[in-house]
């Protein structure tokens, strides 16, 4: 029987390539755009997007809003869990494909915990729009690494089971 091969260094360099970007952006749109004076003007970079500033002192949607400094720690320390609960799932996972959506989502979720544990809020700062309707609220980039990652997941799961299901059925 042949030994697995081991895709943890390609989930670690996902996440960890996902965490740096991450960090980047929101420093560039922090401090050398200025991002927060500009208020709601923001920068638009094509008709339907733009750079907009927002602390996010939620969660996912604005859901869990984190008024004080006890709910901002029980927040930190619950999206903690998550990305520890992720980071072991990746850690055992033996598909290649599922370890880098994995990667995705740890990246993702430790960029934001970086950036609530430091500043006591998520730095968000896309803004996808289509006039006035908008099918997101304003996110990051980390927010789209956790969703993609979290898609790529679903998607394997949905197709990989219709497959099984095909060749049991034959």
Same mark, same amino acid.
Request: hydrophobic share 55%; charged share 20%.
């Given at each position: 029987?042949?030994?697995?091969?081991?895709?943890?260094?390609?989930?670690?360099?996902?996440?960890?390539?996902?965490?740096?970007?991450?960090?980047?952006?929101?420093?560039?749109?922090?401090?050398?755009?200025?991002?927060?004076?500009?208020?709601?003007?923001?920068?638009?970079?094509?008709?339907?997007?733009?750079?907009?500033?927002?602390?996010?002192?939620?969660?996912?949607?604005?859901?869990?809003?984190?008024?004080?400094?006890?709910?901002?720690? @029980?927040?930190? #320390?619950?999206?903690? %869990?998550? =990305?520890?609960?992720?980071?072991?799932?990746?850690?055992?996972? +033996?598909? !290649?494909?599922?370890?880098?959506?994995?990667?995705?989502?740890?990246?993702?979720?430790?960029?934001?915990?970086?950036?609530?544990?430091?500043?006591?809020?998520?730095?968000?700062?896309?803004?996808?729009?289509?006039?006035?309707?908008?099918?997101?609220?304003?996110?990051?980039?980390?927010?789209?690494? @956790?969703?993609? #990652?979290?898609?790529? %997941?679903? =998607?394997?799961?949905?197709?990989?089971?219709?497959?099984?299901? +095909?060749? !049991?059925?034959?």
């Amino acid at each position: 029987m042949p030994t697995p091969i081991n895709h943890r260094p390609l989930g670690l360099t996902v996440a960890i390539v996902t965490l740096m970007f991450d960090q980047l952006v929101k420093y560039t749109v922090t401090y050398p755009l200025a991002l927060k004076s500009r208020m709601d003007d923001g920068i638009e970079i094509l008709p339907i997007f733009r750079l907009r500033w927002l602390e996010n002192r939620g969660v996912s949607m604005g859901f869990f809003h984190a008024d004080t400094n006890m709910m901002r720690w @029980i927040l930190v #320390g619950m999206t903690m %869990l998550i =990305a520890g609960f992720v980071g072991v799932w990746m850690w055992r996972e +033996k598909a !290649r494909q599922d370890v880098a959506a994995l990667g995705l989502v740890l990246g993702g979720a430790i960029g934001n915990i970086a950036d609530r544990v430091r500043l006591g809020y998520v730095v968000d700062y896309a803004d996808l729009h289509f006039g006035e309707w908008r099918p997101f609220l304003i996110f990051n980039l980390a927010d789209a690494a @956790i969703t993609f #990652g979290v898609l790529i %997941l679903l =998607a394997r799961a949905l197709l990989l089971r219709e497959k099984g299901a +095909k060749r !049991r059925r034959l």
